[in-house]
């Protein structure tokens, strides 16, 4: 369960960086950009994954 926990952590650390970097590049190419565009995609599925996480969580 520790290393479950740990996991959960690191993804939302990806999560946050990611969020910033979408929002930084954002700013400096426009909403959407195509880099902006594949950093909002990237986002959606460490999210979605993290989500993920949540749900098995309960079964565990």
Known sequence: M???????????????????EMIETATREGYTSETAVKCSQDLDMLLNEYQQMIIDEEYL
């Open 2 to 20: 520790m290393k479950y926990e740990r996991l959960k952590t690191k993804l939302l650390e990806k999560i946050n960086l990611k969020r910033e």
